[in-house]
């Protein structure tokens, strides 16, 4: 989607992420090229599939490794986090 905004155009990209780390891996890739090739700001929205930190998850297995990936995202592209407002879980099995 773009929006042109004050002569400047803003480019958002909506992601929905897998829950398979390979093919998380293969997004992150995906949306770093876009990352370099873009000169306007981007703005990533959506369900990355992802968490930035342990308690971001209770109960099931944790893999920090992806963790670590979506956190070297973050910090590669200087993104920042806007948070969650409202219940800390929002879903459970």
Same mark, same amino acid.
């Given at each position: 989607?773009?929006?042109? /905004? ?5 480019? #958002?990209?909506? #992601?929905? %992420? ?5 093919? *998380?891996?293969? !997004?992150?890739?995906?949306?770093? *090229? @876009?990352?370099? !090739? #873009?000169?306007?700001?981007? @703005?990533? #929205?959506?369900?990355? &599939?992802? @968490? ?7 109960? %099931?297995?944790? /893999?920090? @490794?992806? *963790? &670590? ?8 592209? %200087? !993104?920042?986090? !806007? ?11």
């Amino acid at each position: 989607m773009k929006l042109e /905004t004050y002569s400047k155009l803003l480019l #958002v990209t909506f #992601v929905y %992420g897998s829950p398979d780390k390979r093919k *998380c891996k293969i !997004l992150w890739d995906h949306l770093n *090229c @876009i990352a370099l !090739l #873009v000169n306007n700001p981007l @703005i990533l #929205v959506g369900d990355f &599939k992802s @968490i930035l930190s342990p308690n971001e998850k209770r109960g %099931g297995r944790l /893999t920090s @490794i992806g *963790c &670590k990936i979506f956190q070297n995202f973050i910090f590669h592209n %200087g !993104l920042w986090d !806007l948070e969650f407002k409202g219940p800390q879980f929002t879903w459970r099995r």
